[in-house]
């Protein structure tokens, strides 16, 4: 990220380091900036006709979606509460130590999708941070 010369800096310890931020930016909690965190939901069946989900494997090690990597399941009654929106960040919170962490943002590859319960859906609020800091701060970690 490239600052003109001009950007005065506060230092500030996060993790035990200190590290310099621009000094109208504010230091804040991830659960103040999102304004929603949800699981997906489980399915064992498959559908040639169904809905596209993503899963674990969707989510590449770079932060992307990979377009390439998804089943076709029956859609819930409730697909609604589960559809993906460009900008949604999708975290990946189970199986093995390889897959746990992997973090990726939704940017509308597929017009109409949904995600397993292996992954979270963090939607942020866009007047507080944009979801590309987010999938900064997640893949860093």
């Known amino acids: 990220m490239l600052f003109y010369k001009e950007t005065e800096f506060n230092k500030v310890e ?10 109208d930016w504010d230091v804040v909690k991830l659960m103040d900036v999102i304004t929603e965190a949800k699981p ?14 993503l899963r674990m494997d969707s989510i590449d090690p770079d932060g992307r979606i990979n377009p390439n990597a998804y089943v076709r399941v029956p859609p819930p009654e409730n697909v609604e509460e589960y559809l993906l ?6 975290f990946n919170n189970t199986n093995s130590v390889d897959l746990i962490g992997k973090t990726a943002i939704f940017r509308g590859e ?7 319960n292996h992954l979270t859906r963090i939607r942020v609020n866009p007047n507080k941070t944009i979801p590309e800091w987010i999938l900064y701060v997640l893949i860093r970690l």
């Open 14 to 23: 996060l993790n035990g380091r200190i590290v310099e931020i621009p000094k």
């Open 85 to 90: 929106k460009p900008g949604d960040i999708l």
């Open 40 to 53: 997906g939901f489980a399915c064992g069946k498959r559908d040639d006709n169904g809905i596209i989900q």
């Open 110 to 116: 597929f017009p109409k999708c949904v995600y397993s």
